[in-house]
């Protein structure tokens, strides 16, 4: 835990001096604020002694009192601009770090690790870390030069009320030390208990189905309440540590004010008051010595919260080195072979190696066929070339080059895969196909949909490839839905193909049309076709049979 906490004050620092150019913009804007408001000030002290002593207004000091209480808020307009930017910035710059990291370190690093705790990192820790941008690092300077430039002026009014100010000054940071050490505490728990609800929900909304079927809704419902109050108690700490930092702040303040009013009603009250307008202006002047302390007693807790949200984000895996884009075009110049050696994955120590030492090769522009029955490892070997899971042990090639050198955006493009239920969005039949290539035109997701046979029901639907159709495919067929995975396939004309029981689930006369579109897919391309159906296999008299995770047979695959 002492270690996580040193990379994320040290992730802290390091992005403090990122935005130090917006943090000195903010804080001169806000400090010119401050001048002007000294200059009001001392305008309404001179108006106000007038009035006391001769009962007329002073139109001039009141015009001046309003100039500075102008230029004040322009500047208070100005700073809040740029604290916005800088922290638009700052979220924008996080916010792609992060998706690079997480993009960059693929699923087979990331296995295990929940969607929903993901999305709290890229999404609600980096919300958290704004303040950090917006508040803290302006607040940090202005906490300073605010109080230091108030209290000279003051000193050279009048010394011992200045001492005064600069004495009550002093005890704001023991009362925010002794806040702040539960701020971070109770910040880190609060993100830990967001995680747990956002991962629960995700969790039950998916399979909310299964859920009313075994007559668990309310039980889950009661479990989702539990967690959801646990965020809220969780929550009401955070506040109250923040209200104890702000509760000191102004007793601090108030005891100043208080000696102040107390040193100058005893002078006014023997008559030894020297001057009237100093006196106001002193007063008047207080409250924005402190003004800046508080704002950084409240950006204090936005800094325990980007601590607290730094240890996820600094957690997070580094950018590995870029790969040349040469070598990623040699791998995939002439076709490519892929080849297993003595390959051994286990998802479960308990359970046995789901592979085991399996060998074989994949020769460039043929269709292997892979079988064996459920549990056999065929899914296991896809997700290895897909990328998902790295093996315990051997190596796996693409014309001799490791797939673990490969980085995964390269993998990526390498590879197309079509599954027994593809991933279907609630948009046009048009944009699910374009998921597979976002920068294709119109006539190559026209081209992809024929080679597919997608037109042959399309065409027959209201509004062509542009018919919107529902989450996971309603409104289709499996059929249908299974041409649109092959019409992915085709657009993205990737050297790689992947089938994993793509006719699963389907009857024979849908099987043979689909398998029709695979024949054509399959030209030219290296093709691993993991299925069952007795159909598939006349695709290729290249065979790997799997039995328990070990290869017991090939033919033509060797």
Same mark, same amino acid.
């Given at each position: 835990m002492d270690t996580t906490k040193t990379v994320a004050r040290q992730w802290v620092r390091a992005q403090t001096k990122e935005s130090h150019g917006f943090t000195a913009i903010v804080a001169a804007c806000s400090l010119a604020g401050a001048a002007a408001s000294l200059v009001g000030a001392w305008c309404a002290a001179q108006a106000l002694a007038l009035a006391l002593a001769t009962r007329e207004l002073s139109l001039g000091y009141l015009g001046g009192f309003l100039a500075a209480a102008l230029v004040q808020a322009g500047c208070a307009i100005l700073a809040e601009r740029f604290a916005f930017d800088a922290g638009a910035a700052a979220r924008r710059r996080l916010?792609?770090?992060?998706?690079?990291?997480?993009?960059?370190?693929?699923?087979?690093?990331?296995?295990?690790?929940?969607?929903?705790?993901?999305?709290? *990192?890229?999404? /609600?820790?980096?919300?958290?870390?704004?303040?950090?941008?917006?508040?803290?690092?302006?607040?940090?300077?202005?906490?300073?030069? *605010?109080?230091?430039?108030?209290?000279?002026?003051?000193?050279?009014? /009048?010394?011992?009320?200045?001492?005064?100010?600069?004495?009550?000054?002093?005890?704001?940071?023991?009362?925010?030390?002794?806040?702040?050490?539960?701020?971070?505490?109770?910040?880190?728990?609060?993100?830990?208990?967001?995680?747990?609800?956002?991962?629960?929900?995700?969790?039950?909304?998916?399979?909310?189905?299964?859920?009313?079927?075994?007559g668990r809704a309310e039980a889950e419902a009661q479990a989702l309440a539990r967690a959801a109050d646990e965020l809220r108690q969780r929550t009401m700490r955070v506040l109250r540590v923040a209200f104890l930092s702000s509760a000191g702040l102004d007793c601090a303040a108030a005891v100043a004010l208080i000696a102040i009013a107390l040193r100058y009603g005893g002078q006014y009250a023997d008559g030894s008051l020297a001057s009237i307008p100093a006196a106001l202006f002193v007063l008047l002047a207080s409250p924005q010595f402190f003004a800046p302390l508080r704002a950084f007693a409240a950006a204090y807790q936005e800094r325990m919260h980007a601590t607290a949200a730094a240890e996820a984000l600094a957690e997070l895996p580094p950018l590995p080195p870029q790969t040349p884009p040469l070598e990623v075009r040699n791998v995939a110049a002439h076709g490519i072979t892929i080849d297993f050696y003595d390959v051994s994955l286990s998802w479960d120590a308990t359970r046995g190696k789901a592979l085991d030492g399996v060998s074989f090769r994949i020769p460039a522009g043929q269709v292997v066929i892979l079988a064996g029955p459920s549990?056999?490892?065929?899914?296991?070997?896809?997700?290895?070339?897909?990328?998902?899971?790295?093996? /315990?042990?051997?190596?796996?090639?693409?014309?001799?080059?490791?797939?673990?050198?490969?980085?995964?955006?390269?993998?990526?493009?390498?590879?197309?895969?079509?599954?027994?239920?593809?991933?279907?969005?609630?948009?046009?039949?048009?944009?699910?196909?374009?998921?597979?290539?976002?920068?294709?035109?119109?006539?190559?997701? /026209?081209?992809a949909a024929e080679a597919a046979r997608v037109m042959d029901f399309a065409i027959l639907l209201p509004q062509g490839l542009e018919t919107v159709i529902g989450e996971g495919g309603y409104g289709l067929s499996g059929g249908q839905a299974q041409r649109i995975a092959i019409a992915r396939a085709f657009l993205k004309d990737a050297p790689i193909?992947?089938?994993?029981?793509?006719?699963?689930?389907?009857?024979?006369?849908?099987?043979?049309d689909v398998l029709e579109s695979l024949k054509r897919l399959c030209a030219g391309r290296t093709t691993l076709l993991a299925s069952h159906a007795t159909a598939a296999h006349a695709f290729s008299s290249r065979r790997v049979d799997l039995r328990g995770g070990r290869v017991v047979g090939t033919r033509g695959a060797t």
């Open positions: 916010r792609s770090d992060a998706m690079a990291r997480l993009l960059a370190a693929g699923p087979a690093m990331l296995r295990g690790a929940h969607s929903g705790t993901l999305a709290s *990192v890229v999404i /609600d820790r980096i919300e958290a870390v704004d303040g950090l941008f917006v508040r803290w690092l302006p607040a940090a300077m202005l906490a300073l030069a *605010v109080p230091a430039m108030v209290a000279a002026v003051v000193l050279t009014l /009048d010394p011992v009320a200045g001492a005064i100010l600069i004495g009550a000054g002093l005890l704001v940071p023991f009362a925010m030390a002794l806040s702040g050490l539960g701020a971070a505490a109770a910040a880190r728990s609060q993100f830990a208990a967001m995680a747990r609800l956002q991962t629960r929900f995700l969790d039950r909304v998916s399979g909310i189905a299964t859920i009313v079927l075994a549990g056999a490892g065929k899914t296991s070997i896809i997700e290895i070339l897909l990328g998902f899971v790295r093996p /315990d042990s051997g190596r796996v090639t693409f014309n001799g080059a490791d797939i673990a050198t490969l980085v995964p955006q390269a993998l990526a493009r390498l590879t197309a895969w079509v599954g027994q239920r593809p991933m279907l969005f609630a948009a046009s039949i048009a944009e699910n196909i374009r998921f597979a290539k976002p920068e294709a035109t119109d006539d190559e997701v /026209d081209a193909l992947l089938l994993d029981e793509p006719t699963a689930h389907l009857d024979p006369v849908t099987e043979a």
